[in-house]
């Protein structure tokens, strides 16, 4: 399973997240402001994400057959951190002939708010809902002077490529005549899916992208699966836990391929399109952007090469990497004081 949840949480919760509140930005490095916050040990997995690392049997096999997949997808045991009254609907966008849904999210007094996050779930792009992110993406708009629009989009193989760029597309449109300010966001394969809308806007003249918020983004498709962007042995962490996280790396490999295959489904694209690979998109598309991953994500690495090229085209980049934490830590909302952490810090910087 690649997305665990859990119900327990983290020991300490309360004191955890007043320490990692108090750690502050190390520096700027080419235009990227960096947050490293470790743990306490340092580069080792955070106990809760450690339950569901330490499962991974050796040489480990992900099934192929979708439902499967997909019911690796679900999530739950989430908390609502929120504290203040908030408004949640279900809306159904119309525009660009398309029909979306929606789950529109607002504090009681921000409704009338002028700028709009426009949110895209991850799932591998097959799988996931936007219910699976609802609880993360209260407390974000609890914490930030936004209106959330968490996307229903298009999921493949059903309905693949560019289908759920496009969804996300008419739903830009159709806020534009309400918001003066437009941010997108996402996490793992919505982050993907953000970044293509973002660069539609842009090159059809829709709007200006204000900020981009992504969580642990994947960013590129086919890549070499030998090369520096999949290098675990890069990566810092104690002698016992290495061949767990190795063993972490080896099942993301095959859901590299596998997610690339369900999203284009058979058609014959060119996976380097930057609209499919976002790290090989021209990086000043991308103003104002905020990346947070967990040190132990097998997406971390692809991540970073991102991020390092846009704040060198832009100067204005966000990097926030969390000790001991894997991919979708989302699902850990409520449970793990470093999401709740990530959530009231991307707010700031949206």
């Known amino acids: 399973m690649l997305n665990d949840t859990t119900t327990k949480q983290s020991l300490g919760y309360a004191d955890e997240l007043k320490r990692l509140a108090k750690i502050k930005a190390t520096g700027v490095e080419d235009g990227v402001t960096l947050w490293n916050k470790e743990r306490d040990p340092a580069h080792t997995y955070e106990p809760l994400v450690w339950e569901t690392v330490a499962e991974i049997e050796e040489n480990p096999q992900l099934p192929t057959d979708l439902f499967s997949l997909r019911q690796g997808t679900e999530t739950t045991g989430q908390k609502d951190l929120t504290s203040v009254d908030m408004k949640i609907e279900m809306q159904q966008i119309v525009a ?39 609880l993360a993406l209260k407390y974000v ?23 759920a760029i496009l969804d996300g597309l008419a739903v830009v449109a ?18 993907s899916i953000a970044l293509g809308v973002s660069q539609l806007c842009k090159s059809m003249g829709i709007c200006t992208i204000d900020s981009h918020l992504l969580f642990y983004p994947t960013v590129i498709q086919g890549s070499d699966l030998g090369g520096p962007l999949w290098d675990d042995d890069s990566i810092d962490i104690v002698p016992e836990q290495r061949d767990a996280l190795h063993r972490s790396y080896q099942l993301f490999e095959q859901l590299d391929e596998i997610m690339s295959g369900y999203y284009v489904a ?31 994500d097998p997406f971390r690495l692809q991540g970073e090469a991102f991020i390092n090229q846009v704040g060198r085209a832009n100067g204005d980049a966000n990097y926030l990497r969390y000790g001991g934490i894997s991919h ?17 810090s991307a707010a700031k910087l949206i």
């Open 328 to 344: 979708a830590f989302l699902n850990f909302t409520g449970n793990v004081p470093a999401v709740q952490d990530a959530l009231r």
């Open 141 to 163: 708009a609890e914490q930030a002077n936004c209106v959330v629009y968490n996307v229903d989009y298009a999921l493949a193989p059903e309905q693949p490529y560019p289908a």
């Open 96 to 134: 660009m002939n398309r029909r979306v849904r929606v789950i529109r999210i607002a504090r009681m007094d921000h409704l009338t708010a002028d700028k709009a996050l426009i949110y895209f779930h991850g799932g591998a792009y097959y799988g996931g809902t936007p219910e699976d992110v609802l």
């Open 266 to 296: 058979d058609q014959p694209l060119d996976l380097t399109s930057p609209l499919l690979s976002p790290l090989l998109a021209d990086p000043q598309t991308f103003k104002k952007t905020t990346l947070l991953v967990g040190e132990y």
């Open 174 to 191: 159709a806020m534009t005549k309400d918001y003066h300010h437009i941010s997108l966001g996402g996490d793992s394969a919505g982050g």
